[in-house]
């Protein structure tokens, strides 16, 4: 009696597994299905389906941002030094004319 219990239960077990399995493939199926259609939506986006020119226009996108940056902060930093520059040398020439006028 116990081992006829035992096989009903391993059968029973067998066809749930079965049945799950069969659930299963149908399952990544449609998920295969899914990501292909995604994989071929997302392609189209890009000009003549071509995801590595599509990169590297991004990364020459990035590149000149970048050398924008660079350029921008250079030109700043040179306006500020020839900003005290011409400070120092408006105050050196204003002592010198002071100098040169004497104590009032």
């Not at 069969?22 to 199926?29: G, P, R, S």
């Not at 000149?64 to 930093?77: G, M, W």
């Amino acid at each position: 009696m116990e081992r006829r219990r035992i096989s009903e239960d391993v059968s029973e077990t067998l066809a749930v597994m079965r049945s799950l399995d069969a659930k299963l493939t149908e399952h990544m199926a449609r998920e295969e299905n899914t990501l292909e259609e995604m994989l071929k939506r997302i392609s189209t986006a890009f000009p003549n389906a071509d995801l590595p020119a599509h990169r590297m226009y991004h990364e020459e996108v990035m590149v000149a941002i970048q050398e924008r940056a660079d350029l921008r902060r250079s030109l700043i930093k040179s306006v500020a030094t020839f900003g005290v520059l011409g400070i120092l040398g408006w105050l050196c020439l204003v002592a010198w004319q002071a100098f040169l006028h004497g104590p009032q």
